[in-house]
Nanobody, 122 residues
């Protein structure tokens, strides 16, 4: 049972990246999936959460309007489309899943991926 992130890399400010979070060993569809990021020396911060239902995803204020989370149950995956990226210290982006009526990055999560690094250059 695991989550695997991919799609990170180096991108210039203003550019885009699409991160993937693919589950293996279990079906991701019934689960909430949240995305987090953590820069060296900083606390991990939640940036989005998507439920299994049609309920609109939630976004942290700083990424609203620029990031879009979606899911493809046929591919057992969730995606984070990041547009108009801003210069930022390198951070590792993680996805995590849980089974909870409330979709929030403040909740406890059962499964975590290993992370994928994103660097946005000025």
């Amino acid at each position: 049972v695991q989550l695997v992130e991919s799609g990170g890399g180096l991108v210039q400010a203003g550019g885009s990246l699409r991160l993937s979070c693919t589950a293996s060993g279990f079906t991701l569809a019934p689960y909430n999936v949240a995305w987090f990021r953590q820069a060296p020396g900083k606390e991990r911060e939640g940036i989005s959460c998507i439920r299994s239902s049609p309920e609109p995803p939630k976004y942290e204020e700083s990424v609203k309007g620029r990031f879009t989370v979606s899911r493809d149950n046929a591919k057992n995956s969730v995606y984070l489309q990041m547009d108009r990226l801003k210069p930022k210290a390198p951070a590792v982006y993680y996805c995590a899943s849980n089974y909870n009526i409330l979709c929030s990055w403040h909740m406890d999560f059962d499964y975590w991926g290993q992370g994928t690094q994103v660097t946005v250059s000025a």
